[in-house]
């Protein structure tokens, strides 16, 4: 009975030890850091919730814990604008033919980036540019090639 009490210690303590682990400025009490770990709860891997106390997972291979938290989505109308304005222009990539594609490949390449990933990072700055702009989901246009190009949002 009594080694199981100092057990039980020993593991309260290791537990409160992975909570209070330093990550920069920020500790995991308090905030959403995850700590790495190796070995999380005796096994090999871990994901998932225990309870609402804490969390486990995988990030790159690399196993974490933290603190469990009630994730939220507030849905603002500017949070929801920002998010069909990447929908409209993931779609907008879609409908490009392959020609085009490969001239934003080739501009894209001396940003290091993907032409999908400097569309949606020249769309989303015109976009940003002006933050007046109510975004439905119908259309973005462009009028120029890269890096001449001139975005149209439809505004509400």
Request: hydrophobic share 50%.
């Amino acid at each position: 009975m009594v080694l199981l009490a100092i057990l039980f210690v020993i593991a309260v303590v290791m537990l409160l030890w992975l909570l209070e682990v330093k990550l920069g400025s920020m500790t995991v009490m308090g905030k959403n850091a995850g700590a790495r770990v190796t070995g999380p709860l005796f096994s090999m891997s871990a994901s998932g919730s225990i309870g609402k106390a804490i969390t486990y997972g995988t990030w790159k291979g690399r196993p974490w814990c933290r603190v469990w938290f009630k994730p939220h989505n507030p849905r603002t109308a500017t949070q929801v604008n920002i998010r069909t304005a990447l929908a409209l222009l993931v779609a907008y990539w879609r409908t490009l033919n392959a020609p085009t594609k490969l001239m934003w490949d080739q501009f894209a390449s001396a940003y290091n980036m993907s032409g999908f990933n400097q569309v949606v990072s020249r769309g989303m700055k015109a976009y940003v540019a002006d933050p007046g702009i109510a975004v439905v989901p119908t259309d973005v246009s462009v009028a120029n090639a890269p890096p001449d190009d001139v975005w149209t949002w439809n505004a509400v």
